[in-house]
């Protein structure tokens, strides 16, 4: 039965490469079934509390994540972009391998991911970040400013609508893994805008950035 | 003292109605269960414990566990999705139809307290069931069977369990021949074989 299982996931991961390898990549944020049906989708918060469960071995009671960035807060975070983020580990346009087996279809039914969604999206977001070292904030801010402010906005709070993440709260160490992998062209369903913007930067850049975000104030959306 | 009225005056009347209802609302459950207890003193007591609470460390106490659990894993191993030599053969003895009413008893017993042998090993056990392993992917135990491991009615309760059940319930995760819970497959994958004994030793202690 597993190896069964096993083997049609490994012949669809396989489908998958080769028909992503001979065809253009898809545009950001490209509809599919099952992204779209899960969308679509009404979430409800109680559902979604309980759902959660399996996630919270590592996302932690109240999403809260953790301070050494193996596991982002998810607290506040808009519900379509939580939608899209699960959606697109378990088809693969996000690689996760960590988390694969969570989000996959024999641990969430796409109610699921829009219940615990909206969950997520209700929980509050207390200023207990992990932040970095506080020593390049000048340049944080710079680059903040010049590079990240139009889609995140003044305040990190994202824009829902355009499915751009907040990410004000956010643990330092997350973001700065998650930066490096964008600029490094290694996290697959970033927006392309970002990985150009960011394509440049040092290791002391992405460093100083993910600084200033840490300290944004967690209190607006 | 005032003088009663005879029986069959309306206040008797009511209340013997009124009994015998009751009765007949209670009969039904009141045989249901001495039914259970007697399929669990002949059929199950031998491995499992009359009151669920079993000795022998290789055998799982049922005390306390939730009803809808137990029933997953009775129906799991009549339909052969959970093997073991010994209750593979009994399960072919029992009828289904008695699956329901030996979950609720069973469930409904008082669980016993395991036994702690090693607390420093329990005590990494602790560390990560509360806490998981972040470079393997190890959630925490607790995200689902709950911080005291009494668990829920989704996720089975752990607390005094026996260790000798348990490590070989996340060594059949792990080779896949348990295969009722995907999760816990990549739980009893992404374990090390010291991880889970000192998961093990502090579940017995919960």
């Known amino acids: ?221 | 003292m005032h003088r009663l009225p005879p029986v069959s005056s309306m206040p008797y009347r009511r209340i013997l109605t009124g009994v015998s209802m009751a009765l007949a609302f209670l009969l039904p459950a009141s045989l249901h269960a001495a039914d259970a207890r007697e399929i669990a003193r002949t059929v199950c007591a031998a491995c499992h414990g009359v009151d669920g609470n079993s000795t022998e460390p290789a055998n799982p106490k049922l005390a306390g566990m939730d009803q809808e659990y137990l029933m997953r894993q009775l129906k799991a191993f009549a339909e052969g999705k959970r093997r073991d030599d010994t209750m593979s053969a009994i399960i072919a003895s029992l009828d289904s139809g008695d699956f329901a009413k030996l979950a609720t008893y069973y469930g409904s017993q008082k669980p016993t307290p395991g036994t702690v042998r090693d607390p420093q090993l329990a005590a990494k056990g602790r560390a990560l069931f509360e806490d998981g392993n972040t470079d393997s992917g190890v959630p925490a135990c607790a995200g689902c069977h709950q911080s005291d491991g009494k668990g829920n009615a989704r996720f089975p309760r752990l607390a005094g369990q026996h260790q000798a059940y348990v490590l070989k319930q996340l060594a059949d995760y792990k080779s896949g021949r348990r295969a009722t819970d995907p999760l816990m497959t990549t739980v009893g994958k992404r374990l090390s074989t010291d991880e889970a004994r000192a998961l093990a030793e502090y579940i017995a202690g919960l």
């Open chain 1, 1 to 221: 039965m597993l190896s069964r299982h096993l083997l049609g996931f490994l012949l669809a991961a396989l489908g998958g490469s080769l028909a992503l390898a001979g065809t253009p990549p898809e545009p950001w944020n490209a509809p599919y079934a099952e992204k779209t049906a899960a969308l679509s989708l009404k979430g409800d918060i109680a559902r979604g509390a309980a759902a959660f469960e399996i996630c919270q071995g590592c996302h932690r009671a109240g999403a809260l994540g953790r301070a050494d960035g193996s596991y982002p807060r998810l607290a506040g975070q808009h519900a379509n972009v939580l939608v899209k983020q699960m959606a697109d580990v378990r088809s693969g346009r996000r690689s996760n391998l960590k988390m694969l087996p969570f989000a996959d279809h024999q641990a969430l039914s796409v109610q699921d991911i829009a219940d615990i969604a909206a969950y997520l999206q209700s929980l509050p977001v207390p200023p207990t970040q992990g932040q970095g070292p506080g020593t390049d904030l000048a340049r944080g801010r710079q680059l903040y400013e010049r590079d990240c402010q139009v889609c995140h906005g003044k305040q990190g709070e994202g824009k829902a609508d355009q499915f751009f993440p907040r990410i004000s709260g956010q643990h330092y160490a997350y973001l700065l893994r998650e930066g490096s992998l964008i600029r490094d062209g290694k996290r697959h369903n970033a927006h392309p805008d970002m990985v150009l913007a960011i394509g440049k930067y040092s290791d002391e850049d992405t460093a100083a950035v993910s600084d200033y975000i840490s300290r944004l104030p967690v209190g607006s959306r």
